[in-house]
């Protein structure tokens, strides 16, 4: 291909496309993120990204899937990383609130009600949240948790920080502070 519009090979439109849109959205709400807008950024033709994403909802879709596989990559190595239980939770949502501080439109479309539909998630989203899930209930009953009310109180501490925290209602700083102090409060001696 000698087109000015080729800026992949054969073979790599996903990729191409994918790349760009995670580019775009490392800069910008996913909400102001339009295919042209993709196509433009991969250098690709303005109809490439139709043979990649259904619609708009499905480069949506994407998007939230692939910002949920590093945000549940960044959980699962602070929690392996830690030399013990009480403080593989710590650092796990410690790891959730950075991510969501470091990532703001990622962490916004991950839990983006119309995207992730509550209840029906996409087959390539729902395994991540139950990774998810198993990871944060995991270390939290080896803390000393119970695996039900332990993993929402973890998951809701660390999400609640990590979203006020993006929001900038206080520094990273802080809320690591914050959640560290409240998550060693609930964890049994």
């Excluded at 054969?10 to 490392?26: F, P, T, V």
């Excluded at 990204?49 to 499905?58: A, E, T």
Aim: hydrophobic share 45%.
């Amino acid at each position: 291909m000698s087109s000015s519009r080729s800026g992949y090979h054969h073979g790599d439109l996903a990729h191409a496309l994918e790349a760009a849109a995670m580019q775009l959205l490392a800069e910008k709400p996913a909400g102001e993120i339009s295919l042209r807008e993709v196509a433009r950024a991969a250098d690709v033709s303005h109809n490439a990204p139709y043979h990649h994403f259904s619609d708009r909802r499905g480069l949506l879709k994407v998007l939230a899937e692939r910002s949920m596989a590093d945000l549940v990559a960044a959980v699962r190595e602070a929690i392996e990383g830690a030399g013990d239980p009480r403080a593989a939770v710590i650092e796990g949502g410690g790891a959730y609130i950075r991510y969501a501080v470091e990532h703001p439109h990622g962490f916004d479309v991950i839990y983006d009600p119309t995207v992730c539909i509550p209840g029906e998630p996409s087959e390539t989203m729902a395994p991540l949240i139950d990774e998810l899930e198993e990871l944060l209930s995991e270390a939290s009953v080896a803390a000393g948790l119970d695996g039900d009310t332990g993993v929402i109180g973890v998951w809701g501490l660390a999400h609640g920080l990590g979203t006020l925290c993006a929001a900038g209602h206080f520094t990273l700083d802080a809320a690591l502070a914050a959640s560290a102090d409240a998550l060693t409060r609930m964890l049994p001696r």
